[in-house]
């Protein structure tokens, strides 16, 4: 850390300012800055904001203080987040923090400290607060002249334009910069130094985007079509010079559908602003595909933004493009594994249907019929695709259970026995007790374990009730009992798909979930069909 020289003989009512660029910046700064205060029983106030957040501020601070406990504990000492110190009420007051600072070193003194040593990271401010920022620097600029307060300011170059610099540096005594890799302070009336100051940032800017891998470009509110300037990393990810980019509609770079996407984007955003609505310095990605000179196509990641004036309104729309060709293979990868996987649980579920079809002729077809509807009440209910996979996984083996069911009670023609119904219940959680250690995305043990509860805690095997339930189960419970009730048992025969649906509406919210209930009544409404 290469600490800088104003830990020392800095008089009261200097008013500091200092342009960063990373955190690392503000801890060479900030760090010896509050040592000194602490060292000279002064007061000291760390107003913290990102990139450098309270508790990471105090771990460096303590790393060059060894007494910070010490100080902490006397109070000397207090590290706090911007948001509780100039947005405390939520929007920023310049009249009320100037008063607090005040009023903070007014204790100092009372308290015994020789005075405030204060700094505040000015990274929180919104544009729209800048004008009232720029007048609160004044003032305090003036009130603090004559007061025991030395305060440092800190703001993100990459946040300032020219004529922000130019209004912080008229508002402070002292400006601190970095050239060099060494920081050096020059006075506000040094116009100058601030020149060059501006050049060497401007020098480091177009070293950055000359070499960084995402494309950057600009474009007018006017001619959105239209680039305004473009990030030589075009080369590298289209094959098009700065000059070709440049003559070149987005009509041309981007594939059509893709162009249709950015438009519509631009549209829906300048009606936002228009409307005065929502956040200005607000963001938004897209996932596009752009149109390589070669002719192949290149999916990126745009992530657009509004370029702001000083005024706090949008000038252009800034667009940041990331190649996410690798990404892409990746997840085209992942879901043709993911594929292989379902495809296979699917052998096995099959697999271990049969066994049960073939210990219960009777039921041949039942976990099967059983399944479509579910997955159908699951479409029209609006479950995710991913979801309706378990779903029917678990649905073509929701009776696993029964293979621990002695054969001669899965196939009696006489009704059953307590005891023997008792038994039959058992077979949801002699199916989870052989499903539980199945290791798939989808909570198939639980599905199959909760298809005979209800939504009132009436059913088995634990009576969980209402949302305990987890939905795919709700599902299944309806399918089943439709398809039950519609089929014939060893015991009894159909009671008919009439009165299997008489039995879900007259119990819809009570035993059964109600969404699936209305999906169900909707689907065979609409001619539905056991196949």
């Known amino acids: 850390m290469a600490e800088v020289d104003i830990v020392s003989g800095v008089p009261w009512g200097t008013h500091i ?3 960063y660029e990373t955190k690392e910046d503000l801890l060479d700064v900030l760090v010896p800055y509050f040592k000194a205060g602490l060292e000279n029983n002064e007061l000291c106030v760390w107003i913290t904001s990102q990139p450098l957040g309270v508790e990471e501020a105090k771990a460096s601070l303590g790393k060059a203080v060894v007494a910070l406990d010490s100080y902490t504990q006397k109070r000397q000492i207090e590290i706090i987040d911007a948001s509780e110190w100039y947005v405390k009420s939520g929007k920023f007051h310049a009249d009320g923090v100037l008063q607090a600072l005040l009023q903070k070193e007014q204790l100092a003194l009372e308290k015994g400290f020789k005075g405030l040593r204060v700094s505040g990271n000015i990274s929180w401010f919104e544009r729209s ?14 009130a603090i002249a004559e007061r025991n307060i ?47 100051m501006l050049r060497t940032s401007e020098e480091q800017r177009r070293v950055i985007t000359e070499n960084i891998a995402d494309v950057i470009w600009t474009v007018s509110l006017d001619s959105p079509e239209r680039l ?25 770079v981007f594939t059509p559908d893709s162009f249709q996407a950015v438009m ?61 060709s690798e990404r892409k293979q990746a997840e085209e990868e992942a879901e043709r594994s993911n594929k292989r996987l379902i495809e296979a649980l699917e052998d096995t579920m099959q697999a271990m249907a049969m066994i049960v079809e073939m210990r219960d002729p009777y039921t041949a077809g039942h976990q099967r019929r059983v399944t479509q509807l579910a997955c159908a009440i699951a479409r029209e209910i609006g479950f995710p695709a991913e979801q309706i996979t378990g779903l029917r996984l678990a649905g073509l083996i929701h009776d696993i259970g029964t293979v621990r069911v002695p054969a001669e009670i899965l196939s009696k023609t006489s009704r059953l026995s307590e005891a023997e119904i008792s038994l039959m219940k058992m077979h949801p959680l002699l199916g989870y007790e052989v499903l539980k250690t199945l290791k798939t995305p989808w909570p198939i043990a639980q599905i199959v374990y909760q298809h005979h509860e209800r939504m009132d805690g009436s059913g088995y095997p634990s009576g969980i009730a209402g949302e305990d339930i987890v939905p795919e189960a709700r599902v299944l419970a309806v399918a089943d009992v439709v398809e039950a009730m519609a089929s014939h048992r060893p015991y009894r025969p159909a009671y008919g798909l009439d009165k299997a649906l008489d039995e879900i509406s007259q119990n819809r919210g009570t035993l059964y979930d109600s969404r699936a209930v209305d999906a169900c009544l909707k689907l065979f409404r609409e001619q539905y069909k056991f196949e």
């Not at 300037?229 to 080369?235: D, G, H, L, Q, R």
């Not at 929502?278 to 897209?286: F, V, Y």
Request: glycine residues 10%; proline residues 3%; contains cysteine.
């Open 264 to 324: 519509e984007a631009f549209v829906e955003e300048l009606a936002i602003e228009k409307m005065k609505h929502g956040d200005m310095t607000r963001s938004r990605a897209l996932e596009l595909e752009v149109k390589h000179k070669d002719g192949s196509i290149i999916p990126v990641e745009v992530k657009y933004t509004f370029v702001l004036g000083p005024d706090g309104k949008p000038v252009e729309i800034l667009a940041i493009a990331r190649d996410i």
């Open 150 to 196: 030395v305060a440092v300011c800190c703001y993100m170059l990459a946040k300032c334009t020219t004529s922000d610099v130019v209004n912080v540096v008229g508002n402070h005594g002292c400006t601190l910069v970095k050239q060099g890799g060494n920081w050096g302070s020059i006075e506000s009336t040094g116009r100058k130094a601030l020149e060059r």
């Open 129 to 142: 607060d800048w004008g009232e920022l720029t007048g609160y620097e004044a003032a305090v600029d003036t």
């Open 228 to 252: 305004t300037y473009i990030t030589p990393s075009i080369s590298r990810l289209l094959g098009y010079s700065v000059k070709e980019a440049m003559s070149k509609a987005m009509g041309e």
């Open 17 to 19: 300012c200092q342009f």
